[in-house]
């Protein structure tokens, strides 16, 4: 689960709900789990946990659902990617999973570096040099959020979330998430809301659809 809420992530995710423009497509492509802000247009499994939070002061929560149980949780498919392209990074808000590789690239024909570090803090994750066409991987072995930077271009900036389970998103403008096929269990749902709120709730899954509201 994710130890850390951000006020700035939870801005950058604020700005990404008020401006949905062609930048962020990628960006839900490339995240792990739902698009983020997707919301009531996600496809929905007959096995999926359904829900709302709340969203405050206009900011989108982030919303994660980890065991509680012993059942083993899916492995994502595919890794997650961070790309820098025209001047930007792709997406602006990307999840991984720790334990598992994430993939940075430089697809502009300049250099940047990516600097990561957890959020609000100088505790460095990792910063390298990346020249056109570069490939870096990094495993998050901690969760949190970590802030993005790249030293070269001060305007450009992203945040990674780094959670221990595959279902993690970002709830659309109405506070409502979507986690397809959970397996049935015991489950602790977390929303990570404005100004370092947290909300946890504890959710049984079984084999249909389940519905949880936390506020
Ligand atoms: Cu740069």
Request: charged fraction near 20%.
């Amino acid at each position: 689960m994710l130890t850390i809420a951000c006020v700035a992530c939870l801005q950058a995710c604020s700005r990404e709900a008020k401006s949905p423009d062609a930048a962020h497509a990628p960006a839900a492509r490339a995240a792990v789990g739902p698009a983020p802000g997707a919301g009531d247009s996600v496809p929905v499994s007959p096995r999926a946990v359904v829900g709302r939070a709340p969203v405050i002061g206009g900011v989108r929560p982030i919303v994660a659902l980890d065991a509680r149980g012993e059942q083993i949780l899916p492995t994502p498919s595919g890794v997650p990617i961070l790309d820098q392209y025209l001047l930007t990074f792709v997406p602006e808000v990307l999840f991984v999973r720790t334990g598992q590789s994430a993939e940075f690239r430089n697809s502009d024909g300049v250099l940047h570096n990516i600097r990561v570090r957890v959020t609000g803090s100088n505790v460095p994750a990792f910063n390298i040099a990346l020249p056109t066409g570069g490939i870096y991987r990094h495993m998050f072995d901690r969760t949190g959020i970590y802030d993005v930077l790249c030293d070269i271009h001060t305007g450009m900036s992203a945040a990674i979330i780094a959670s221990s389970t595959p279902y993690a998103m970002i709830a659309d403008a109405k506070g409502n998430f979507v986690f397809n096929d959970v397996p049935p269990g015991k489950y602790t749902l977390t929303a990570y809301l404005s100004a370092g709120r947290r909300l946890d709730r504890d959710v049984d899954v079984g084999e249909g659809r389940t519905e949880v509201t936390i506020e």
